[in-house]
C-alpha cells in the first residue's frame, strides 16, 4: 500500500518522463514550426519540472515541507534552524528554474520572431516547405 | 578587504561587455551616425581584450589560478569565475580576434541597414564566448552558452528577409535550444548528485570520491556518465562535431562575412574548451566516470571527431560555394581538435597527454586565426564578384594582390605546408598520438590532411589562379588589406616561433588540465573559499 503523496509523486516522474519523450518526437519529427517551439517549451518545462523535483524534500511523518524562506532569525535559537534546515526545500533549484525561464523566454520569443519572418517569406511554416538549403 | 585587481577585472570582463552592448541603442540614437556603432563596438573589443591580456599575464606570472565570487560570495554559494592558463590563453585569442572581425565589420559597414542591432549582437557574442570561458560554474556556463547561442542565432539570421538566413537560423536555433535544455538536464542530475555546481568543489568532490570512497564509485557512476552526455551534446553542436555538425554549413553562407569568421573561428572553440574543461578539470582520470566511462566517452569523442574530420575533408571537395567549402573545413578541423582531446584516456602517459592537449590548443589558435582571415579575405572577394559561387568568383582574386596573397597564406597554414602556424600545430598533433602509441590515430592525422588538401586547392586555384572569365568591378578596400596581411603574418609567426609556443602550451597544458593543473584548479577553489568566507 503506497501513501498519497508517493503516488503523487510517481505520477508526476511518469508524466516527466512521457513528456520528454513527447517533446523530444516533437522537436525532431514535427514539419510544423509552431509545434516545434510547443514541444521545445514542453522540454524545457519538463527540466524544469526535474530541478525542481531534485530539489524537493519529501514529507517526514506527515510533517509538510516548508519553503526556504527562514523567519525565525531574530530569536537566534539554533534548534530553530536545524529544524529549518531538516524541513525545508533546497532554493537553489528553484533560482536556477528561475534563470532558466527567462532564458527559456528568450529564446522561444526568438524562434516566434523567425517563424513569423518565415511565414512572411514562404507564406508557410511548414519545415518541408521552407527547405532552400542543402543541409 | 583590499581590492584584488586582477580577481576584480575578471569579473567585471563580461558584465562590462553587457554595459557596452545595452548602452549602444541608446547612444547610436544621440549620435545617429551610422559609424557610431561600430566604433563602439571597436571600443568594447578592445576594452576587453586589453582586459583579458592583463589577466592572462598574471595567471601566467604568478601560477596561481585567479577566482573571482560574484557579489563577495564565496565559490560554492554564489557563482564565481575561475581562470587558469587554459582558458586565459584562449580568451587573449579570442578577445583579439574579435577586435579584428570588429574592424573588419566597420570595413563591411555599407551592408548593414540598421548597424546598431548588429553591433550589440556581436559584443554580446564576444561577452557570450569570454563568459563561457571565464566561467568556473557549471550552471553559468550554461547562462553563458545561452547568451552566446541566441547571440549566434540572430547574427545568422541578420539579413532578416532572405530565406535562406532564416531557415539557417531556425534550424540552428530550434536544435541548439534543445540541446541547451538537455544540459540543464544534466546539470540537474550533476546538482543531485554532487550538490554543486562549482566546477572546482565538483572536481575537489571527485578526486576526494575517487581516492577516499572507492565504493560509492558504483552508485555514482552511471548517473554522472548520464550527466555528463547529456552536457557533451550540447558542446559538441557549438562546435559542430560531426553528426551536430548540419548546422554550420547553412549557417555559414548565409550570415554576414565577420560572423562567419567568428562562428568558424571562435565559438568552435568554446565548445572544444567546455569539453576540454569537463573532461579534464572535472571528470578527469580520478572521478567518478573514471576509467571504463571516462574512455568510453572519449573514444566516441574520437571516432566522431573522425568522421568529422574526414567527412569534412571529403565534402570540402564537392563545394560550388566559397563559403560553404570554408564551413566544410571548419567541419574537419574541428574533427581534428576533438581527435586530439580524445588522447587523455587511461593507460596514456601523461607527457604524452600533455603534447596532445597543447597540440590541441595550438590547433585552436592556428585554425582560428587561419579560418578568421578565409573568412574575412573571402567576403572581399564575393563582394568583388557579387558571387559566391567558384566559377563566378575565377580570378577575383588577381586585382587584390595582397588579399590574395594573405588569402593563399591562410589556406596553406590550414593545409599544413612547413613553415605556417598549421603545419606544426599538426605535427605537434601527429607526435604526441605517436608518443601515446596511437599509431592509427596519427595515421589518420595525415590521412585527413591529405584529402582536404585536394578541396583548398580548388579553392585557391579558382580564387586567384583561373583566367576570369568576366569583369570583375573593383571594391574600395580602405586599408582593410592591411590587417589581413597582419593576420598572415600572424600565421607565420605561430609557425615560426614553434619551439616557444610549443613549450608555452605544454606548460599550460600542464599546468590547467592535467595533474598539478587539476589540483591548483582544485586549490584556487579552496583559498578563494576561506578568504571570502574568513573576511
Known amino acids: 500500500m503506497i501513501t498519497l503523496s508517493e503516488y503523487f509523486m510517481t505520477i508526476l516522474i511518469t508524466c516527466m518522463i512521457v513528456n520528454l519523450g513527447l517533446a523530444l518526437y516533437g522537436v525532431f519529427f514535427k514539419p510544423n514550426l509552431i509545434k516545434k517551439i510547443i514541444a521545445l517549451t514542453i522540454l524545457g518545462d519538463t527540466a524544469n519540472t526535474f530541478a525542481l523535483i531534485i530539489g524537493y524534500r519529501m514529507w517526514v511523518a506527515g510533517v509538510p515541507s516548508r519553503p526556504p524562506v527562514f523567519t525565525e532569525w531574530r530569536s537566534n535559537n539554533p534548534l530553530l534552524l536545524f529544524v529549518f534546515t531538516k524541513t525545508a526545500v533546497d532554493p537553489l533549484p528553484q533560482a536556477l528554474v528561475l534563470t532558466a525561464i527567462v532564458i527559456g523566454l528568450a529564446v522561444t520569443l526568438f524562434l516566434v520572431f523567425l517563424t513569423l519572418q518565415a511565414w512572411k517569406i514562404y507564406r508557410s511554416v511548414d519545415m518541408r516547405d521552407i527547405r532552400r538549403l542543402k543541409g | ?535
Open chain 2, 1 to 535: 578587504m583590499a581590492w584584488n585587481i586582477p580577481e576584480l577585472i575578471t569579473g567585471a570582463v563580461v558584465p562590462l561587455l553587457a554595459v557596452f552592448a545595452f548602452t549602444l541603442p541608446l547612444l547610436a540614437k544621440v549620435f545617429g551616425e551610422k559609424k557610431f556603432p561600430g566604433i563602439w563596438a571597436l571600443i568594447a573589443s578592445v576594452v576587453a581584450a586589453v582586459m583579458s591580456t592583463y589577466i592572462f599575464t598574471v595567471v601566467w606570472g604568478t601560477g596561481k589560478d585567479i577566482v573571482y565570487g560574484f557579489g563577495g560570495w564565496p565559490p560554492p554559494i554564489g557563482i564565481s569565475y575561475e581562470v587558469d592558463p587554459f582558458n586565459a590563453v584562449i580568451a587573449v585569442f579570442t578577445a583579439w580576434v574579435m577586435v579584428l572581425i570588429t574592424i573588419y565589420s566597420l570595413w563591411y559597414n555599407r551592408h548593414f541597414d540598421e548597424p546598431e542591432w548588429y553591433y550589440i549582437l556581436l559584443i554580446g557574442l564576444e561577452a557570450g564566448m569570454l563568459g563561457c570561458l571565464y566561467t568556473g560554474d557549471a550552471f553559468n556556463l550554461f547562462v553563458m552558452i545561452e547568451v552566446l547561442g541566441i547571440s549566434a542565432y540572430a547574427l545568422v539570421a541578420y539579413h532578416k528577409n532572405r530565406g535562406e538566413a532564416i531557415e539557417a537560423a531556425i534550424k540552428y536555433g530550434i536544435i541548439g535550444a534543445t540541446a541547451t535544455t538537455l544540459y540543464f538536464i544534466g546539470l540537474v542530475i550533476i546538482y543531485g548528485v554532487y550538490g554543486t555546481l562549482n566546477m572546482g568543489q565538483l572536481s575537489l568532490l571527485n578526486t576526494e570520491i575517487y581516492y577516499q570512497r572507492p565504493d560509492l564509485i558504483a552508485s555514482i557512476g552511471v548517473a554522472t556518465l548520464l550527466a555528463v552526455s547529456l552536457a557533451l551534446w550540447v558542446f559538441t553542436y557549438k562546435s559542430a562535431l560531426f553528426p551536430n555538425h548540419f548546422w554550420l554549413p547553412d549557417a555559414h553562407p548565409e550570415a554576414p562575412t565577420p560572423v562567419s569568421a567568428a562562428l568558424s573561428g571562435l565559438v568552435v572553440n568554446i565548445g572544444v574548451y567546455a569539453v576540454a574543461r569537463f573532461m579534464y578539470t572535472i571528470f578527469g582520470p580520478a572521478s567518478t566516470i573514471a576509467p571504463y566511462y571516462r574512455d568510453a566517452v572519449l573514444t566516441a569523442l574520437f571516432i566522431m571527431g573522425f568522421a568529422g574530420a574526414f567527412i569534412g575533408a571529403i565534402m570540402m571537395r564537392a563545394q560550388k560555394d566559397l563559403k560553404r567549402l570554408l564551413a566544410y573545413s571548419t567541419v574537419s578541423h574541428t574533427g581534428l581538435l576533438y581527435m586530439a582531446l580524445a588522447i587523455g584516456m587511461s593507460g596514456v602517459p601523461q607527457a604524452a597527454v600533455a603534447l596532445g592537449l597543447a597540440a590541441m590548443t595550438y590547433h585552436v589558435l592556428t585554425h582560428g586565426l587561419g579560418k578568421a582571415l578565409l573568412f574575412m579575405s573571402s567576403g572581399v572577394f564575393i563582394d568583388s564578384a557579387e558571387t559566391r559561387d567558384l566559377d563566378g568568383l575565377a580570378g577575383v582574386g588577381r586585382k587584390y594582390p595582397l588579399v590574395s596573397a594573405s588569402f593563399i597564406i591562410g589556406f596553406l597554414s590550414l593545409m599544413g605546408l612547413l613553415p605556417l602556424g598549421g603545419f606544426f600545430s599538426k605535427l605537434m598533433l601527429y607526435q604526441a598520438f605517436m608518443d601515446a602509441g596511437m599509431l592509427i590515430p596519427a595515421l589518420a592525422v595525415i590521412v585527413v590532411s591529405a584529402i582536404s588538401v585536394l578541396g583548398y586547392a580548388k579553392a585557391m586555384y579558382s580564387v586567384v589562379f583561373a583566367t576570369p572569365t568576366r569583369e570583375h568591378r573593383v571594391i574600395r578596400l580602405h586599408g582593410i588589406h592591411y590587417m589581413l596581411a597582419l593576420m598572415a603574418v600572424g600565421l607565420i609567426l605561430l609557425g615560426v616561433l614553434y619551439p616557444w609556443i610549443s613549450q608555452g602550451l605544454v606548460h599550460v597544458a600542464n599546468s590547467s588540465l592535467i595533474g598539478p593543473g587539476v589540483r591548483e584548479y582544485q586549490e584556487a577553489f579552496v583559498r578563494a573559499f576561506h578568504a571570502l568566507l574568513g573576511r
